[in-house]
Nanobody
Framework: QVQLVESGGGLVQTGGSLRLTCAASGRTFSGFTMGWFRQAPGKEREFVATISPSGVHPYYAAAVKDRFTISKDNAKNTVYLQMNSLRPDDTAVYYC??????????????????WGQGTPVTVVS
């Protein structure tokens, strides 16, 4: 059974940085696309970033491009989200996602079978 466990959320001031970590466990993760979604209070879950199974090809939502960086360590079955220049509208619960597919251009939450429990990020001004 695949498990995704996130860590690294917290409270930060506007302009600050946080790094989220998501560790996958439970089976061999060849061909496993991973990514991040977020859900702010009262809003729908939205795509943040995804990365190819190889870890070579990232893709970002427009709202976070040039501020966030997704990366993957295949030896550790772990994906990271480095978040810089944080703003109050980045406040949300951040979810790690995964799917066994080589097509990492998946922006719809229904495309992912595996979800972490979520880690909250709060950005205050």
């Amino acid at each position: 059974q695949v498990q995704l466990v996130e860590s690294g959320g917290g409270l930060v001031q506007t302009g600050g940085s946080l790094r989220l970590t998501c560790a996958a466990s439970g089976r061999t993760f060849s061909g496993f696309t991973m990514g991040w979604f977020r859900q702010a209070p009262g809003k729908e879950r939205e795509f943040v970033a995804t990365i190819s199974p190889s870890g070579v090809h990232p893709y970002y939502a427009a709202a976070v491009k040039d501020r966030f960086t997704i990366s993957k360590d295949n030896a550790k079955n772990t994906v990271y989200l480095q978040m810089n220049s944080l703003r109050p509208d980045d406040t949300a619960v951040y979810y790690c996602v995964g799917q066994f597919t080589d097509n990492w251009y998946k922006l719809n939450p229904q495309s992912y079978d595996y979800w972490g429990q979520g880690t909250p990020v709060t950005v205050v001004s």
